[in-house]
């Protein structure tokens, strides 16, 4: 049985090499990847945050998950899209569905935001865009500067990256979870 990675986003401002590059780089090498967003309506895209790109088609909403069906979760970046999620009940209990249940989750550049509202944050290792290490230190998480970094403290898997730049590294370390 193939192995499912779901990507959860909200619907603005969600940083397109970030959801794209992982989600076709998962397929090709035979993943189930599935696109869930706060609803079902295109999801807007940007780079680098400032211009907008191309809209996608989710294949379902944060509220319609079973995440007991997926074996990763992976949350892209984009300021908006981050910041916007912090606030969605429906992710924080994706969140905490995993963690609850040793489920890895990869989270990039802003994504690690949402950690904290959804409460799972605390004494994680882990790397993001710079400018939210300062939120990221003091909901309790321990912020290091690297291209890919793997936790798995409090018994569950956190691989989390920088920026886009990071993608290629993300990719495999994202994969590598998988195969384990």
Known sequence: MSKKALFITSNVGVEQDELIKPSEYLQSKGIEVI??????????????????????????????????????LVIPGGT?????????????????HFTDNAKPIAAICHGPWVLINAERIKDKNLT??????????????????EEVHRCNTNNWP????RSPDDIPAFNQAILQELDN
């Open 158 to 161: 956190l691989i989390t990256s």
């Open 35 to 72: 696109h869930a967003a706060e609803e079902q309506k295109d999801v807007q895209t940007v780079k680098s945050d400032k211009e907008h790109a191309t809209s996608y088609t989710p294949q379902t909403t944060l509220s319609r998950v079973s995440p007991e069906d997926y074996d990763i």
């Open 80 to 96: 908006v899209n981050a910041d916007t999620l912090r606030l969605n009940k429906d992710a924080h209990k994706i969140i905490q």
């Open 128 to 145: 993001s865009y710079k400018s939210i290490k300062l939120d990221l230190e003091n909901a309790g998480a321990n912020w290091v500067d």
